[in-house]
């Protein structure tokens, strides 16, 4: 799969509507995704959660290294998704990320990089901050 973005689409509340299109293809991706159920991560803990929990994205707060990798894979960023692999960048740290830091902390292609932050870092910020202001 070639590295095309998610297109950004509105749906009954942002980008992230309860029945957008955006939403039903983050869910499409994500029942292809194989979870081995508990992942031990390099500093020890365990990763446990899923990005899909209930039939909808899971917060990414959540999100061990292991499922931002998975999430960039599933969305046709591969050769990039080792970049967040190779930084430690778990759900956490994905929130914090600047478009700084996805253009040059990463070491990726500016292209990709730019389509990376655009479709997905800022998105799923936006995702993170309404469900925690309800």
């Given at each position: ?6 297109r ?11 029945d957008?299109?955006?939403r039903r293809?983050?869910m499409k991706i994500?029942?292809?995704?194989r979870?081995?159920g508990m992942d031990?991560?390099?500093n020890?803990?365990m990763?446990t959660k899923?990005p899909v ?8 707060a ?12 599933a969305?046709g960023?591969e ?6 692999q ?11 990320m600047t478009r700084?830091d ?7 292609k ?6 990376i932050?655009?479709?997905h870092v800022k998105p ?9 202001a309800?």
């Open positions: 799969m070639k590295n095309r973005p998610l950004t689409v509105h749906g009954n509340d942002g980008r992230f509507g309860s957008s299109p955006l293809r983050l994500y029942s292809n995704i979870y081995s031990e991560k390099a020890g803990s990763d899923s929990e209930n039939g909808q994205i899971a917060d990414p959540n999100w061990g290294v292991a499922d931002v990798v998975n999430y960039f894979k969305t960023f050769e990039q998704a080792t970049a967040f190779d930084q430690e960048i778990d759900g956490k740290s994905l929130l914090l700084n996805v253009l040059t902390g990463l070491s990726i500016l292209g990709p990089a730019l389509k932050y655009e479709y799923l910020q936006t995702q993170h901050l309404k469900s925690n309800s």
